[in-house]
């Protein structure tokens, strides 16, 4: 600190530091506190009871059973009992969510909790998770605290949206997004078993964000890390499939019409115009749905543009197998990950990883790219799609712009063209990476050569 002092003077450091209490007290404000305040009805009350219903054998996919098994220690929203009578629960309401059978099983050591002690216990967990996340990644990339980077790091950090709407939601996806942060750094020491057994965990709780981690490591030959996870993972799905199987409970008809309502038109996963908070997804058919107005042919885009993006970073991961920058690769991966799936706003928090890679130490070019990957993460320090559909709805837009061509296709999906334009700018990252040595590239690797990186000398992770 005295060295960062020195090199900057008092006055910059002041404006470091100030950033840095700015941001962490819009982080507790726009996190932690509304969570603490939504105790009633938030995104994690609705897996605790399903959880709660796989434990006692019933059908955790059932309204009626959501219903029935309601905390009695929260109260009870007035439209629970309307919209289970018209049926409506899962596509007004998106409860009971769509979590796999596996993310019950984990989250089954919760229900011995009252709700409220359950409650500001997931609150922990989320703020711990979130804490290891910044740690691991910190360590990965081998922050200093006389650097600049370090301070810019945590005021990012702190500042980004995604985080400030999972944690007010209790969303899991933090917590996964928090052990995957952990998996990597585990899987940079060599500590396979640890790391393949919170992949597991993450994979349990929410595929969708946790699985190109996975892919990533199956690629890397990492066999004892992913083997420990997939095997983690089939046991805890043939545990959740048994107990339901010997109670006799019924839950894979109630499972699979949960999902299909989810994604119908007017629920809360639909792109179209019928769902009026559709600018909180991030996911690349609300960009295209603006430009093609067909449902099947968004879907058909966004997964053929999944695909090639898919294919284009297999083919330089592949082309550059025995260079360095592996955070590069990974965050290349997420990023498009998010694109040709459902994802909402709190999922975002995924760009905690390429935030890290653009504050490595990079040369030439590179180093262009991971400050125009930097500016690209900046759009998400406020929940762009969600507040312009706000000021829309309280009548500060007029009716000639709200109309215009350039206010639905670029501005009200703007986070979309962000994550959509940050992909490519990783995918030219890896391209000018793929010819060069690794020399000072990389802080850390995750493929099969690590003990030789390790060997290299000091200065690695």
Same mark, same amino acid.
């Given at each position: 600190?005295?060295?960062?002092?020195?090199?900057?003077?008092?006055?910059?450091?002041?404006?470091?530091?100030?950033?840095?209490?700015?941001?962490?007290?819009?982080?507790?404000?726009?996190?932690?506190?509304? %969570?603490?305040?939504?105790?009633?009805?938030?995104?994690? /009350?609705?897996?605790?009871?399903?959880?709660?219903?796989?434990?006692?054998? /019933?059908?955790?996919?059932?309204?009626?059973?959501?219903?029935?098994?309601?905390?009695?220690?929260?109260? $009870?929203?007035?439209?629970?009992?309307?919209?289970?009578?018209?049926?409506?629960?899962?596509?007004?309401?998106?409860?009971?969510?769509?979590?796999?059978?596996?993310?019950?099983?984990?989250?089954?050591?919760?229900?011995? *909790?009252?709700?409220?002690?359950?409650?500001?216990?997931?609150?922990?967990?989320?703020?711990?998770?979130?804490?290891?996340?910044?740690?691991?990644?910190?360590? *990965?990339?081998?922050?200093?605290?006389?650097?600049?980077?370090?301070?810019?790091?945590?005021?990012?950090?702190?500042?980004?949206?995604?985080?400030?709407?999972?944690?007010?939601?209790?969303?899991?996806?933090?917590?996964?997004?928090?052990?995957?942060?952990?998996?990597?750094?585990?899987?940079?020491?060599?500590?396979?078993?640890?790391?393949?057994?919170?992949?597991?965990?993450?994979?349990?709780?929410?595929?969708?964000?946790?699985?190109?981690?996975?892919?990533?490591?199956?690629?890397?030959?990492?066999?004892?890390?992913?083997?420990?996870?997939?095997?983690?993972?089939?046991?805890?799905?043939?545990?959740? +499939?048994?107990?339901?199987?010997?109670?006799?409970?019924?839950?894979?008809?109630?499972?699979?019409?949960?999902?299909?309502?989810?994604?119908?038109?007017?629920?809360?996963?639909?792109?179209?115009?019928?769902?009026?908070?559709?600018?909180?997804?991030?996911?690349?058919?609300?960009?295209?749905?603006?430009?093609?107005?067909?449902?099947?042919?968004?879907?058909?885009?966004?997964?053929?543009?999944?695909?090639?993006?898919?294919?284009?970073?297999?083919?330089?991961?592949?082309?550059?197998?025995?260079?360095?920058? $592996?955070?590069?690769?990974?965050?290349?991966?997420?990023?498009?990950?998010?694109?040709?799936?459902?994802?909402?706003?709190?999922?975002?928090?995924?760009?905690?990883?390429?935030?890290?890679?653009?504050?490595?130490?990079?040369?030439?070019?590179?180093?262009?790219?991971?400050?125009?990957? %930097?500016?690209?993460?900046?759009?998400?320090?406020?929940?762009?799609?969600?507040?312009?559909?706000?000021?829309?709805?309280?009548?500060?837009?007029?009716?000639?712009?709200?109309?215009?061509?350039?206010?639905?296709?670029?501005?009200?999906?703007? $986070?979309?063209?962000?994550?959509?334009?940050?992909?490519? +700018?990783?995918?030219?990252?890896?391209?000018?990476?793929?010819?060069?040595?690794?020399?000072?590239?990389?802080?850390?690797?995750?493929?099969?050569?690590?003990?030789?990186?390790?060997?290299?000398?000091?200065?690695?992770?």
């Amino acid at each position: 600190m005295v060295n960062l002092i020195n090199r900057l003077g008092r006055r910059w450091s002041v404006v470091l530091w100030l950033l840095i209490l700015l941001s962490g007290a819009e982080f507790i404000v726009r996190g932690p506190l509304r %969570f603490a305040h939504a105790r009633d009805f938030n995104d994690f /009350i609705s897996p605790y009871i399903q959880s709660k219903a796989w434990v006692k054998g /019933i059908d955790p996919y059932s309204p009626a059973n959501l219903v029935r098994l309601w905390p009695r220690e929260a109260q $009870q929203p007035e439209f629970l009992e309307q919209d289970l009578a018209t049926r409506n629960l899962v596509l007004r309401r998106g409860i009971p969510t769509a979590y796999p059978l596996t993310a019950l099983v984990v989250l089954a050591p919760m229900t011995v *909790l009252p709700w409220p002690l359950a409650h500001a216990v997931w609150l922990s967990i989320n703020l711990l998770g979130y804490a290891a996340m910044g740690v691991s990644l910190a360590l *990965l990339i081998r922050l200093r605290w006389n650097e600049i980077r370090t301070y810019v790091f945590c005021a990012v950090l702190l500042a980004l949206a995604p985080f400030h709407t999972g944690l007010a939601a209790g969303s899991i996806a933090i917590v996964v997004v928090s052990i995957a942060a952990v998996v990597c750094l585990a899987a940079a020491r060599r500590h396979d078993i640890l790391a393949g057994t919170l992949l597991a965990i993450a994979v349990s709780l929410k595929p969708q964000i946790a699985l190109p981690f996975l892919l990533y490591f199956l690629l890397c030959r990492r066999w004892r890390l992913a083997g420990t996870a997939i095997g983690f993972v089939a046991v805890v799905a043939a545990l959740a +499939v048994l107990r339901l199987k010997i109670t006799g409970g019924l839950w894979l008809a109630n499972y699979l019409d949960d999902n299909r309502i989810l994604f119908s038109r007017g629920s809360l996963g639909d792109f179209s115009e019928a769902n009026p908070i559709r600018f909180g997804l991030v996911n690349l058919q609300v960009l295209l749905y603006v430009i093609v107005h067909n449902r099947a042919v968004a879907n058909g885009l966004a997964l053929a543009a999944g695909i090639i993006a898919g294919l284009w970073w297999l083919f330089l991961l592949c082309r550059r197998s025995a260079n360095g920058q $592996q955070l590069l690769a990974l965050s290349a991966l997420v990023v498009i990950s998010l694109l040709p799936v459902y994802h909402r706003l709190y999922d975002a928090s995924l760009l905690a990883f390429p935030l890290a890679w653009s504050l490595t130490e990079l040369p030439g070019r590179v180093r262009r790219l991971a400050n125009i990957a %930097f500016c690209l993460i900046l759009p998400f320090l406020v929940p762009g799609g969600t507040l312009l559909e706000q000021i829309e709805l309280r009548g500060y837009v007029n009716a000639a712009v709200r109309s215009a061509w350039w206010w639905k296709a670029l501005v009200m999906p703007h $986070q979309v063209w962000v994550l959509a334009i940050l992909s490519v +700018v990783l995918l030219v990252a890896m391209r000018w990476t793929a010819n060069q040595p690794s020399g000072g590239l990389d802080r850390f690797r995750f493929g099969k050569d690590e003990t030789e990186h390790l060997a290299s000398g000091p200065g690695t992770v």
